[in-house]
């Protein structure tokens, strides 16, 4: 029998697997296409000892403290989130969730935490969620440097 197919297989196996690890930059000569940074994704409950945070709350919330310490944009995703809080019940409620991508840097860090200690005292929360991880983060950019919707027809 020939390890010819199993090795092609392997290697086939090897270089997808590689290819999803590490996306490369849009235009691999650009250094600065792709780089390191951190991502950062907080999670909201919307229900409050005083009522449910409406739309209006919330929007000033992002206006005033979030848009603020990170200006150079942010995702914002809304959700269904259940937890067990202190009370020792599991509590479902409608969820706001914002993504940050942002250098790693220690005034990165803290600006995350000011915005939930701030969401907290607030909304009159027990906790918000904050989950950090690494990311390489690569901003897609068409042959002129920008998006397209910019460019002159």
Request: with cysteine.
């Amino acid at each position: 029998m020939s390890c010819r197919p199993l090795l092609s297989a392997a290697l086939l196996c090897a270089l997808t697997a590689c290819a999803s690890i590490a996306p490369l930059p849009v235009k691999p000569d650009d250094p600065s296409a792709c780089g390191e940074r951190r991502l950062d994704r907080v999670l909201f409950g919307m229900n409050s000892p005083s009522g449910p945070v409406g739309d209006s709350q919330w929007q000033a919330f992002l206006a005033e403290v979030v848009t603020p310490r990170f200006p150079d944009g942010l995702t914002i995703y809304q959700a269904q989130g259940q937890w067990r809080g202190a009370s020792g019940e599991i509590e479902r409620e409608d969820s706001r969730a914002i993504d940050l991508i942002h250098a790693d840097t220690a005034t990165g860090r803290q600006r995350v935490v000011e915005i939930a200690d701030e969401y907290k005292r607030r909304f009159q929360q027990e906790a918000v969620l904050v989950i950090s991880l690494p990311a390489r983060a690569c901003f897609a950019r068409d042959e002129f440097g920008a998006p397209p919707a910019s460019r002159a027809s």
